[in-house]
C-alpha cells in the first residue's frame, strides 16, 4: 500500500513540474518560484529545495563513500583466497 502512495505521489509531483516547466519554458524551479508564491515564500522553497538536493547528495557520500555498499557473508566461498 505504501508503494501505491508514495508512486502516485511521485507522479503527482512529476506532473507538477512537467506542467511548471511548460508554463514558465524558460526557468528552473528557483526562478519561477518567486513568481508564483511571492518573494518570501519563494525564497523558502528556494532553499528547501537546495537543502534537499544537498541533503541527498551527503546521504548519498555517506552511503557510498564512508561505508559503501554492504554484503554480510563470503562472496565467494568455493574459490580460495589466493586467486
Known amino acids: ?11 503527482g509531483i512529476a506532473l507538477l513540474y512537467t506542467a511548471l516547466g511548460l508554463r514558465f519554458p524558460r526557468q528552473t524551479l528557483v526562478q519561477y518560484s518567486q513568481l508564483i508564491l511571492g518573494k518570501i515564500p519563494g525564497k523558502t522553497v528556494e532553499l528547501l529545495f537546495i537543502w534537499f538536493a544537498l541533503h541527498l547528495g551527503a546521504l548519498a557520500n555517506i552511503f557510498f563513500v564512508v561505508d559503501g555498499p554492504v554484503h554480510h557473508g563470503p562472496v565467494n566461498t568455493i574459490c580460495p583466497r589466493s586467486i
Do not use: P
Open 1 to 11: 500500500m505504501v508503494i501505491v502512495l508514495a508512486t502516485v505521489t511521485g507522479i
